[in-house]
């Protein structure tokens, strides 16, 4: 069984900076989009950028657009989200998650997440 691992977290004042990574455990494994997905405390999770695969083609929430950006190494099996201008409200557990294939409606695989706390 495939895991995707998060990493990058931590504590930043606002306006600081960011890099989440997550890295799927096998080289081989292959999926359709790589999504980043947030859940602040007594809020429901919510999406905030995925990528494809294939083209790099990206999308994004409205609250991050401009301040994240999501890319990906496939040669690594690896995405990132470099997330500037940072804001407390942007405090969340960040979650990346796999969407397997075109077919699949849903994000079906997850990793267990990375705490980021912005102070302000």
């Known amino acids: 069984q495939v895991q995707l691992v998060e990493s990058g977290g931590g504590l930043v004042q606002a306006g600081g900076s960011l890099r989440l990574s997550c890295a799927a455990s096998?080289?081989?494994?292959?999926?359709?989009?790589m999504g980043w997905f947030r859940q602040a405390p007594g809020k429901e999770r919510e999406f905030v950028a995925a990528?494809?695969?294939?083209?790099?083609?990206?999308d994004y929430a409205v609250s991050v657009k401009g301040r994240f950006t999501i890319s990906r190494d496939n040669a690594e099996n690896t995405v990132y989200l470099q997330m500037n201008s940072l804001k407390p409200e942007d405090t969340a557990v960040y979650y990346c998650?796999?969407?397997?294939?075109?077919?699949?409606?849903?994000?079906?695989?997850w990793g267990q997440g990375t705490q980021v706390t912005v102070s302000s």
């Open positions: 998650a796999a969407r397997t294939s075109i077919s699949t409606i849903t994000y079906n695989f």
């Open positions: 096998r080289r081989t494994f292959n999926y359709y989009k």
């Open positions: 990528i494809r695969k294939t083209d790099g083609s990206t």
